[in-house]
């Protein structure tokens, strides 16, 4: 990271991570755009889910893709840490396991850009809350 000499540098940061934030956080139509889910819990920190949250948030922002990325709990694939739940518009979300920056880029390129299905996928065994 470079030095803050001035305030204007500072108010660089703070649009940079404000953008981030937004990516992260907020959004008016959430249906219409890419929902990434990151579990961090415990497990999923210690296996660096962290590391993984904050390539998905830098790379979609590169990307310009629109997205809302943001961090729950646990989803009980401790076996399977760091995992990430991808939902893309009009269809039924995918939890991705054993998740690094080098899977989060193949799931980016290949399945939120282009629909493959890649290894990786954990078999939905559970309820949706929303479901009930």
Excluded: W
Aim: aromatic share 6%; charged share 25%.
């Amino acid at each position: 990271m470079s030095k803050i000499i001035s305030l204007a540098d500072l108010r660089n940061i703070k649009a940079n991570i404000e953008a981030k934030m937004s990516l992260r956080e907020r959004s008016e139509t959430p249906d219409s755009m890419v929902q990434i889910r990151v579990a961090m819990a415990t497990c999923g920190i210690a296996s660096g889910a962290k590391i993984v949250m904050d390539y998905l948030i830098s790379e979609l922002d590169k990307r310009n893709i629109p997205a809302i990325v943001t961090q729950t709990g646990c989803m009980g694939y401790c076996y399977a840490e760091p995992t990430i739940e991808v939902t893309r518009p009009g269809h039924q979300p995918l939890v991705f396991g054993f998740v690094d920056s080098k899977k989060a880029d193949q799931i980016i390129e290949k399945y939120i850009k282009n629909g493959e299905l890649l290894d990786g996928i954990i078999p939905v065994n559970y309820e949706n809350i929303e479901g009930k």
